[in-house]
């Protein structure tokens, strides 16, 4: 089957693995959060990790399927609950508890990806995010997530038996370890041919399914996918700052991750990753202006969508005319 | 009548009305997102903040003017469907030639600036909007008490969906509207003036919005995220119901809450969620919602 490449970016996709420029980006941006932590605060820049690879989960769906879930807040923060509980409750080591968490939110997403798949474009949209809702509703209510208060007080643990992960430095790069693993997988799932196919029905879903294609268990999978990935962030989260509460699985949550995506750009590799960093930056840096953070955030939703659409990596990408 | 299926009628009853309200409200919200997808085809997310402006706006012109419930019935529609229009005319109509996902993000962040502007400005506690002197006290019917204001929310929601519905089903102009939703370029070939009769749509579906939010005033408190929470159960309402149909809109709407409030009386751990679940059914037998056309 022959591999095409978008119209404008001749040979760019055909080649055998990945574009050497994505390499180096790849290795610019290890580099860099290899030294981060020793000139930024840890715990801010596993926030921004955690949220970096959130939104690419998200865009692994919406920018690569084509499919808006405006309700991923449910994902990551069931698993945030998950780990959070299983880590502080049954006492498991976190390695075990960011797997449970995250094979939770794989779970939550197969039983809401089987029925949001039977409707299609802005339909689909409301139904994941009325599902987040609903999960957001039985949050509050589970005699087991603590309600308003949440899961306070989560131990860190030792990883392995022997990292010590209390140590916010050594956390760091386990958590930058974890993540990098992320987006590699994310970037092997854009460029097998599952993804190709995947971009096919993103751009003619019925003529994907003219040439044969299982289009329903496409979407089912990178749904699937995409909530595991976000479960992953959302687990780890939850034991960066030792705390799930209900703001992990309000849809405020939902709309933070996708105006990351939006803002980096939609679609592209690197977009999530500095939308994530601007959003979450923005928010820290300007904590003390209080509800003003939601105001500006509603104004860049909508600068993107009215001036903006490509979003800052889909500009600079068209600026050195290589897809980032 | 002592007891029906173990529930004390009083709590039956009771629960019943409170569900036909919030069905009320359901059914007013959704058969404004109705009318606004068939026409703009976006997903007004900003929906709830301008039912939450609404409110608002009411409790502004009472503290601030005087300007009486009644008269707020009437004004603060037109003042609200206005800010929509102007909306519609500065942002929305940038959208139309892309896909409707767009719409749906720019009126999301609309909502958040709404939101939050009045979230700065009047907090998150709730303002008081007392009832109407014409419409407090109540009537005991025997099998339970009506508060006069509430029955007056049910019937007042009634007519103004069925006013709603006979203006875009049995009108001239509604026939235009209709004819626009089908095909707008031949409309259009006509001489009818179909950018405009999109933005007065909007500012319709904005005004509806805004009515709910006055009705809703003297029944909730007046805050900033009154609508936030209320309009993803009508997200799932117009899932439920599908957006073809104007009836359909309203039918569901009511339905809904009617199924809620009897979900509180028999579980009512369950009512939160009552209407998700319902989601899941429909979208597991009808996946194109109940009165909606296979898209």
């Known amino acids: ?324 | 009548m002592v007891e029906l299926f173990g529930i004390p009628p009083q709590a039956l009853f009771g629960q019943l009305l409170l569900g036909l309200i919030n069905g009320s409200f359901y059914a007013l919200l959704s058969l404004g997102l109705a009318v606004i997808f068939g026409l703009l085809n976006i997903i007004n997310f900003a929906h709830g903040a301008q039912y939450m402006m609404g409110a608002f706006v009411a409790w502004m012109m009472l503290t601030y003017f005087g300007v009486n419930y009644w008269w707020a019935l009437l004004l603060v529609p037109l003042a609200v469907g206005a800010t929509g229009i102007v909306l519609e005319r500065l942002m929305i109509s940038r959208l139309y030639h892309l896909d409707h996902l767009y719409g749906l993000l720019l009126t999301f962040g609309l909502a958040l600036v709404i939101q939050g502007l009045f979230r700065n400005y009047y907090g998150v506690s709730g303002l008081p909007y007392s009832i109407p002197a014409e419409l407090s006290g109540g009537t005991n019917l025997g099998f339970m008490f009506l508060p006069t204001y509430r029955g007056w929310v049910v019937v007042a929601s009634l007519a103004v969906c069925l006013g709603t519905w006979f203006a875009i089903e049995r009108t001239q102009l509604g026939a235009y509207l209709r004819a626009a939703t089908e095909n707008p370029s031949l409309v259009g070939a006509f001489g009818i003036n179909v950018p405009r009769m999109i933005t007065l749509t909007y500012g319709f579906g904005v005004a509806l919005a805004a009515l709910a939010g006055v009705l809703a005033a003297p029944i909730y408190s007046v805050n900033p995220n009154m609508g936030a929470d209320l309009i993803i159960v009508v997200f799932a309402v117009v899932v439920i119901g599908g957006m073809g149909s104007i009836l359909g809109a309203i039918l569901t709407g009511f339905g809904l809450g009617i199924v809620e409030g009897l979900v509180k009386v028999f579980y009512p751990e369950a009512s939160a969620v009552a209407v998700f679940v319902i989601m899941a059914l429909v979208l597991l037998v009808k996946p194109a919602g109940l009165f909606g056309r296979v898209a």
């Open chain 1, 1 to 324: 089957m022959a591999v095409d490449a978008p119209a404008t970016l001749p040979n760019s996709a055909a080649k055998v693995g990945a574009p050497r420029h994505h390499t180096l980006v790849f290795f610019a941006l290890l580099l860099i959060m290899l030294v981060a932590p020793f000139v930024l605060y840890p715990v801010f820049l596993m926030k921004v990790m955690c949220f970096a690879l959130f939104a690419s989960a998200l865009n692994l769906l919406l920018g690569f399927g084509g499919l808006l879930s405006f309700g991923h807040a449910a994902y990551f923060g069931i698993a945030a609950y998950v780990s959070a509980y299983t880590a502080k409750v049954w006492g498991l080591p976190p390695e075990l508890a960011i797997l449970l968490g995250t094979a939770a939110a794989a779970v939550l997403g197969l039983l809401i990806g089987a029925l949001a798949i039977r409707r299609q474009g802005i339909y689909f949209a409301m139904v994941t995010l009325a599902f987040a809702q609903m999960v957001y509703f039985f949050s509050l209510q589970a005699p087991f997530t603590g309600g308003e208060d949440g899961i306070q007080a989560v131990p860190r643990g030792r990883l392995f038996g022997f990292i010590d992960l209390a140590n916010d430095l050594t956390f760091y790069f386990v958590v930058l370890a974890i993540v990098t693993g992320g987006m590699l997988a994310i970037y092997r799932i854009i460029h097998s041919p599952f993804g190709q196919v995947l971009k096919a029905i993103r751009d003619n879903e019925p003529r994907s399914t003219s040439l044969g294609y299982k289009v329903d268990r496409y979407k089912l999978a990178v749904f699937v996918m995409s909530a595991t990935l976000a479960g992953l962030a959302g687990a780890i989260k939850a034991l960066v700052f030792q705390l799930a509460s209900l703001t992990d699985v309000h849809w405020t949550m939902s709309g933070e991750v996708v105006l990351m995506t939006l803002l980096g750009g939609m679609g592209t590799i690197f977009g999530p990753l500095v939308g994530a960093a601007v959003i979450i930056g923005m928010q820290n840096y300007f904590a003390s202006f209080g509800a003003w953070v939601t105001v500006l955030q509603g104004m860049i939703f909508v600068i993107s969508v009215l001036l903006f659409r490509e979003g800052i990596v889909g500009v600079i990408s068209r600026w050195i005319k290589k897809p980032l």
